[in-house]
């Protein structure tokens, strides 16, 4: 890695923007670097980490609400919520290992630039809606803020959200606000197996809609089970279909008995225990089932209904491709065989006939350099996305590309 | 109030007045324009009843087809555009300029498309709040922001100032249960946001338009999040003796890890207003009552209900009360939710909309009483105590030029007093003409340039919303050195 600048200041960081803009220096932008090898690759001559941006500046737990510093790793806040018993309601999923790092590294500031929720984000909202408040610099070198740290606030526009997903391409975010949310009392698990893509999405359709608060649903290839936990589920080599509740322990066993009732028809159902869906939940959250293999890996949103039909028009053209469905269906993590193109074309065609987008996750730099990475934008939200880093980064500078060209 | 400022009128546009509307007619076939004096004066005005400015004409249109080609005839003919769904703004968000257009979205209320497997909806954005909820309503499901107008105000509206209402401390705020937009540019280009989808592809482009307060385009059609109605709700009424005890039993609720589908806190002058107007029973010898409302099963919320008031017993409450039907819950919430409508019986009021760090609510709600006092007016506070949006309802007469001048110094004050906690000017009203001069309490030059920049990109020669949201010093030759 080229020398990498690391700010521990503000000011440190907008002079060096500054003097970028300046002189039309082009920046690579990260904080723990986790996600580095997700987008276009970037052509840069200077390099810049948030990860020296570190600290809990607030955290008022009756209040809900803490900030930090961008750059503070998400296993130190997520440490100190757990000492409140509180957490991140939208669940950050940890990419660490499936792009062959370490995992529990990634930074705050990275959730929000990425803006990948984990599994509860059908229930608690994803990440940007749990942001209320951030410091950022733009590619002048500007040091702005919007929000602030009320749960409640609509002065101004929302220029947070905004910067949400934009993969450090119009803005480098300094500190974060987040909304933070208790953690159940207990947790407890239905597994449900065998069942066929379109069944399992049945499935997980109709238990988000019932009144009981299902906070996950997941449904996982039989192929990609072998890395989950518990160990013995992962040995029984059939595909699992998941639902979770989350709540109090009384109100826990008469909902998980609803339930019951309600999905018998779909086979015999096993249940896990407090300690054996955190430990299922967690697996799921750090991506144990893409850590089979190094094949590409497509992330892919899309109306849950639709999900299954999305993988089988892939599956026509490579049989091998296996999937896992999160959100119901909503969002689908497909690893595909070894191809030089990770399946773009087919990939780019199954989501475009049937509505989504589709993210390119991990692939060598060579099919990055040669596919479009992130899904390509219809021609007005393009139109709006090239206005918008004209207006934060005019020069350019932040992330080069990284997301489309120019952007 | 009465010191409001409007952008300059474009004299060359009022002047063509006549041939502009002829030719509006004609680029427009079909579209409803209202151009004589007594169909404008209906929409004179905002519920920020203080202000009031004719505009040139008011056009209802019918499709979103209608809606770009207004656009683009207005951008042509440098006109200004004020947007406006049911007028229910309390911070003058739809207060029309002399020399603007309103766009009324009124009789695009449409519902085009309900897809309860995959939980949303598609409607266009003049349909009421309610009126959504009401169109799922038989098949178990509701959209979840419940604004207090939600009766009259519009999705339209809602979607500019990110609306939020007594149920967003579970459920979120407009922002939250919107899935795709579909936008018409000031240049009339029809554009699509989102597709449903639980994230989008790229920036997040509907994170921008919500809250945007109509400056950015007009947004025709959304499609929204539906939730399912949970089995049962209940709520409950906790009386205390001080603002303080009722504070420190919001703080003590949630540190227990519940969270409340709602909890709304009224002040003293607040209890006895609203309990005149809807005989809900409220205690009337409490200087803080809390709404405390939970969903589940019956029996869930039985045992929730009693959790959350073992948790009082701490904070000496004089009336722990939970409803025992749903009448009586249908009265409490109709107290709480007629609140503006009772106090408006009363007493012209100027209703603010901070929000503060909930642990400051004792220290905001004694810096207001000060404040009103030495203004010599009497005040309200209707508080949503889970996320620290706090409503003062400021009395005044509004024949009386003088107190009207102090409701407004007084208003003022107390939000800059909010900002000064660690809060904000508006939580969920927006900023609208309202708060836009005291915008600086809040952001420095840096940031108010992050945003005019935006607007200025979408909105070259500032048509569309004018005179909201910033200090007319930030208007466009303000702004255009900084363009790039």
Not at chain 1, 289 to 310: C, G, H, M, Y
Request: charged fraction near 20%; charge should be negative; glycine fraction near 8%.
């Amino acid at each position: 890695m080229a020398h990498v600048i690391r700010p521990s200041e503000e000011e440190e960081l907008s002079s060096f923007i500054a003097e970028a803009a300046e002189s039309g220096v082009p920046i690579e932008v990260f904080g723990a670097a986790t996600k580095r090898d997700i987008g276009r690759p970037l052509q840069v001559e200077a390099t810049v980490s948030s990860e020296n941006l570190t600290g809990i500046t607030l955290y008022e737990p009756s209040e809900l609400v803490l900030s930090a510093g961008s750059g503070t790793p998400l296993a130190d806040i997520e440490d100190l919520l757990r000492q409140y018993n509180q957490q991140l309601p939208f669940e950050p999923i940890d990419l660490g290992p499936v792009l062959k790092g370490e995992a529990g590294r990634g930074t705050l500031g990275a959730v929000f630039a990425t803006n990948f929720s984990g599994p509860r984000r059908i229930f608690s909202g994803s990440a940007r809606d749990h942001l209320i408040g951030m410091r950022a610099i733009n590619g002048r070198g500007e040091l702005f803020k919007s929000g602030g740290r009320v749960m409640k606030n609509v002065t101004g526009y929302d220029l947070s959200r905004t910067l949400t997903g934009s993969w450090g391409t119009l803005a480098v975010m300094t500190e974060v606000t987040v909304k933070v949310l208790p953690i159940a009392e207990e947790t407890r698990t239905l597994l449900f197996f065998d069942l066929l893509d379109e069944i399992a999405i049945d499935l997980m359709c109709d238990a988000v809609i019932t009144p009981y608060e299902v906070s996950a649903t997941v449904h996982i290839d039989q192929e990609l089970v072998s890395h989950i936990a518990p160990d013995e589920l992962a040995s029984q080599g059939k595909s699992i279909t998941a639902i979770r509740l989350e709540n109090f322990s009384e109100s826990l066993d008469y909902r998980i008995e609803q339930l019951r009732t309600q999905f018998q028809s779909y086979g015999d159902i096993e249940l896990l225990n407090d300690a054996q869906s955190l430990e299922f939940w967690s697996s799921i959250r750090q991506l144990k089932f893409l850590q089979v293999s190094n094949d590409p890996v497509w992330r892919i949103s899309t109306l849950p209904k639709n999900a299954a039909e999305v993988v089988r028009g892939i599956r026509a053209h490579h049989p091998q491709c296996s999937a896992v469905y999160e959100w119901s269906g909503g969002l689908i993590w497909l690893l595909m065989p070894p191809l030089s193109d990770a399946g773009t074309s087919e990939v780019r065609r199954s989501v475009g006939a049937l509505g989504g987008h589709a993210t390119l996750i991990r692939s060598d730099v060579s099919t990055r350099a040669s596919v479009e990475v992130f899904h390509p934008l219809q021609k007005g939200p393009m139109k709006i996305t090239q206005h918008l880093k004209n207006v934060f980064d005019p020069a350019g500078i932040l992330n080069p590309g990284r997301m489309y060209p120019g952007i | 109030m009465s010191s409001l400022v409007l952008p300059e009128p474009d004299t060359a546009v009022l002047i063509k007045r006549n041939p502009l509307l002829k030719g509006l007619k004609k680029a427009v076939p079909g579209l409803d324009i209202i151009s004589d004096e007594d169909g404008r004066r209906a929409f004179e005005a905002d519920a920020l009843t203080a202000y009031k400015m004719m505009p040139m004409a008011v056009v209802l249109p019918v499709n979103t087809e209608q809606v770009s080609a207004i656009l683009k005839f207005c951008n042509q003919h440098n006109i200004k555009v004020v947007p406006r769904g049911a007028g229910t703004s309390l911070c003058g968000g739809a207060l029309p300029c002399e020399d603007s257009i309103v766009v009324g979205l009124s009789r695009m209320n449409r519902v085009l498309d309900i897809d309860f497997p995959n939980r949303m909806a598609t409607v266009q954005t003049g349909i009421t709040n309610l009126g959504i909820s009401n169109a799922v309503e038989a098949n178990g499901f509701f959209y979840a922001p419940d604004p207090s107008s939600q009766l009259a105000c519009t999705l339209g509206g809602n979607i500019a100032m990110n609306s939020g209402g007594a149920h967003c401390l579970k459920y979120g705020v407009t922002t939250n249960n919107i899935l795709a937009l579909k936008v018409v540019l000031i240049d009339g280009e029809v554009i699509d946001i989102g597709g449903g989808y639980l994230d989008q592809p790229g920036y997040d482009l509907i994170g921008l338009f919500v809250g945007s307060e109509g400056q950015f385009g007009i947004v025709t059609e959304a499609t929204v999040r539906l939730l399912k109605s949970p089995e049962a709700a209940r709520p409950m009424l906790m009386g205390f003796q001080s603002s303080e005890d009722a504070g420190d039993c919001v703080a003590a609720v949630i540190a227990s890890g519940i969270i409340p589908v709602a909890l709304e806190f009224m002040d003293r002058p607040a209890i006895h207003v609203c309990e005149n107007f809807a005989n809900a029973g409220y205690p009337l010898d409490v200087e803080a009552l809390l709404i405390v409302e939970v969903e589940g099963s019956e029996s869930e919320i039985d045992s929730l209900l009693d959790k959350i008031a073992t948790i009082a017993q701490e904070f000496n409450p004089s009336v722990i009360r939970i409803s025992q039907s749903p009448e009586e819950s249908l009265a409490i919430w109709k107290g709480r939710k007629s609140a503006f409508g009772a106090m408006g019986q009363i007493s012209d009021y100027y209703c603010m909309d901070g929000t503060i760090p909930t642990n400051k609510l004792s220290e905001v709600l004694s810096e207001i009483a000060r404040i009103c006092a030495r203004h010599e007016l009497k005040v309200a506070n209707i508080f949503h105590a889970g996320d620290g949006n706090l409503h003062p309802l400021v009395l005044y007469d509004a024949n009386n030029a003088d107190e009207v001048r102090r409701a407004e110094e007084a208003g003022a004050e107390i939000l800059k007093h909010c900002v000064r906690v660690g809060g904000c000017l508006t939580g969920e009203h927006g900023v609208g003409v309202e708060k836009r001069d005291i915008m600086y309490e809040q952001f420095s030059t840096v940031d108010m340039e992050q945003q005019t920049r935006i607007k200025s990109a979408f909105d070259p020669n500032w048509l569309l919303n004018p005179g909201k949201v910033f200090p007319l010093d930030e208007t466009p030759q303000a702004t255009a050195d900084g363009e790039s």
